[in-house]
C-alpha cells in the first residue's frame, strides 16, 4: 500500500512539474525550451550530491547494511550507449519515458495504453532473453 501511495504521490509531482507533458518532452527534443533539460539537470545534481554523502559518510541502509556502490567498468560503454539510445529513441517516439506512464493513463491520455502494452511486452521479452544476453 505505501508503494501505492508514493507512487500516487510521486505521479501528482511529474503532473505539476509539466514532466510528462508531451509538449514539453518534444520541446526538449527539438531544443525550443530549458524547462525539461533543467529538471534533468536538477536531478543529476541532486543523484552526485547524494552519492558523495552516502560514500563519505558511509550511509547504511535501513535494515543497517553498509551501501555499497561499485564503479561502471569502462569497457562496457558501448552497452550503455545502445541502451541509452534506445531508451531515448522510445522516448522521443512516444514523447513519454516509461517512469509516468501510468500517470498520463490516470490523467485520461487512454492513447498511452499502447506504450504500456508494448513496454511490458519489452519487459517480458529482455525476461526471456536474458540469460542469452552478455552482462
Known amino acids: 500500500m505505501k508503494y501505492l501511495l508514493f507512487g500516487t504521490a510521486f505521479g501528482f509531482v511529474l503532473m505539476k512539474a509539466e514532466v510528462i507533458s508531451w509538449f514539453r518532452i518534444q520541446e526538449m527534443f527539438r531544443f525550443q525550451d530549458f524547462h525539461m533539460y533543467g529538471i534533468i539537470g536538477s536531478a543529476i545534481l541532486v543523484g552526485i ?4 554523502i552516502i560514500k563519505r559518510l558511509g550511509v547504511k541502509d535501513i535494515y543497517g547494511n553498509p ?12 552497452r550503455y550507449l545502445i541502451g541509452g539510445s534506445l531508451f531515448g529513441f522510445g522516448w522521443a ?13 490516470g490523467s485520461g491520455i487512454t492513447v498511452i495504453l499502447v506504450p504500456i502494452f508494448f513496454a511490458l511486452v519489452g519487459t517480458w521479452v ?8 552478455p552482462h
Open 93 to 105: 517516439l512516444t514523447g513519454a519515458c516509461p517512469g509516468p506512464l501510468f500517470a498520463l493513463l
Open 67 to 78: 551501501i555499497k556502490l561499485s564503479d561502471k567498468d569502462p569497457s562496457q560503454i558501448k
Open 49 to 52: 550530491i547524494s552519492i558523495q
Open 126 to 133: 529482455y525476461g526471456y532473453l536474458q540469460p542469452k544476453l
